[in-house]
C-alpha cells in the first residue's frame, strides 16, 4: 500500500504481531512522499528493517523517466509482472501540479488516433499500481490535481480506479480535483453517477456524429452518441457538476466549422464546457490541426454560447501523448 502490495503488508504487520494501527501509519507516511520504510521515525527500527526486507516499497519499479523543457515529467514503469505503466506529472505556471495516471496497461479499445489504442491490451491495473504512479510524484514534490487519462479506459476498472481515489485526498488531491476520462463507457458513467464521490467527469467525444465518431472510436457502435450524452446529462442532473467535453483536433477528419457547428447542436452550454486539445502526433497516421483552424472552431462554439478552451500542450519534446512511451518500448 505504501503504495506497497497492501495485502502483502497487512499479512507481514499480522504475522509480526503489529498493532493495528501500523498500516494506517505506514500508508500515511507515504502519502506524505516518504522515500522509503527508514524514513518511518515512529515505527519500531527492528519493523522497518523488516518490511523494508519483505515488503517492496512500490508495486511498480521506475524504468525510464524523461524532463520536458517545459518542467513535464513523465515516467515509464514496470509492474511485477512486467506490464509497462506511464505516468505523466504536468506543472502548470499557476503553481497546479496535475498527475496523469493509467488505469490499465494496454487498452481493449481501439481509438485509431490513439498510441495506446495501437498496443496490445495487458490488464486493469490495480488501486496500489495506481497510487504507485501518483506516490512516485509526491516523492518530487507535492501534487494537488489528477486526472485519469493516461493509459486505458478508467471506466473499465472503475472498482480499483475508486478504490485508489478514495487514498487521494491523503496525498493533497481532492476528489473534487480529480478528473475521470472516458470514451463514453456508459455502465461506468452511470456507476460514478451513483458513486459518493464528487469525481469530475470528462468525456473524449472527438467527433459530432456518429458515422465519424465510430470510424475513430469503434466504442462508438457499442455505446453511440445519443445514450452516452443522455448519461451525461444525467451525471449533470444528479451532481450539479459540468461535464468536460475533451476534442481532439485532427485535421481534414474532425476540424471544419461545419463540424463546429453540429457540435455546439449537440451540446446543452449548462451542462458542457469543451476542451479543444492540439493533438500530438503518434505516427498513427493523423495531422494536429493548425493552430488557425482550432481557433476558427473555437470562435464558432463560442458564437453558440459553449464554452470552450485550448488544451495547453505540455511535454511534446519527451513524447507525453498518451502511450507514446510505453507503445516505444514495448
Ligand atoms: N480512455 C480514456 C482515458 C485515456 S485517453 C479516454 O479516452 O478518455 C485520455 C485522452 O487523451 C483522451 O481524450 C484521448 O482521446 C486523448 N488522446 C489520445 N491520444 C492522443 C494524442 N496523440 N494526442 C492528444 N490527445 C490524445
Known amino acids: 500500500m505504501a503504495h506497497v502490495d497492501l495485502r502483502l503488508l497487512d499479512e507481514t504487520l499480522n504475522a509480526t504481531g503489529q498493532p493495528a494501527f501500523r498500516a494506517r501509519q505506514v500508508w500515511r507516511w507515504a502519502a506524505r512522499g516518504a522515500t522509503g520504510y527508514e524514513a518511518m521515525t515512529d515505527l519500531p527500527a527492528g519493523l522497518r528493517d523488516r518490511l523494508a526486507a519483505e515488503v517492496p516499497f512500490s508495486s511498480l519499479a521506475l524504468e525510464r523517466e524523461a524532463r520536458s523543457a517545459d518542467g513535464t515529467v ?94 487521494l485526498p491523503e496525498v493533497g488531491i481532492t476528489h473534487r480535483r480529480t478528473g475521470i476520462s472516458t470514451v463514453g463507457w456508459v455502465p461506468g458513467i452511470r456507476r460514478l453517477t451513483e458513486s459518493d464521490l464528487p469525481i469530475r467527469l470528462a468525456l473524449s467525444l472527438h467527433a459530432p456524429e456518429d458515422a465519424l465518431r465510430t470510424q475513430i472510436m469503434p466504442v462508438n457502435d457499442r455505446y453511440p452518441l445519443e445514450e452516452v450524452l443522455a448519461a451525461c446529462a444525467e451525471h449533470y442532473e444528479r451532481r450539479r457538476r459540468q461535464v468536460f467535453v475533451e476534442y481532439l483536433m485532427l485535421a481534414g477528419v474532425n476540424d471544419a466549422p461545419p463540424q463546429a457547428r453540429r457540435l455546439a447542436e449537440l451540446l446543452d452550454p449548462r451542462i458542457y464546457k469543451v476542451n479543444l486539445i492540439p493533438y500530438n502526433p503518434t505516427g498513427t497516421g493523423y495531422e494536429g490541426s493548425s493552430r488557425a483552424a482550432i481557433a476558427t472552431f473555437r470562435a464558432v462554439l463560442e458564437e453558440h454560447g459553449l464554452r470552450a478552451t485550448v488544451r495547453l500542450t505540455c511535454g511534446q519534446d519527451i513524447d507525453a501523448a498518451c502511450g507514446q512511451l510505453a507503445a516505444r518500448a514495448a
Request: proline share 3%.
Open 74 to 167: 513523465k515516467a515509464l514503469f514496470r509492474t511485477g509482472d512486467g506490464r509497462a505503466v506511464e505516468a505523466v506529472l504536468m506543472r502548470y505556471r499557476d503553481g497546479r501540479r496535475s498527475v496523469c495516471v493509467s488505469s490499465q496497461s494496454g487498452c481493449p479499445l481501439t481509438c485509431t488516433f490513439c498510441a495506446t489504442g495501437t498496443m496490445k491490451f495487458g490488464r486493469n491495473l490495480t488501486a496500489s499500481e495506481i497510487l504507485d504512479q501518483v506516490l512516485h510524484f509526491r516523492r518530487i514534490e507535492p501534487v494537488d490535481h489528477l486526472v485519469f487519462m493516461g493509459m486505458g479506459e478508467p471506466m473499465m476498472n472503475l472498482d480499483h480506479v475508486l478504490d485508489a481515489s478514495r487514498r
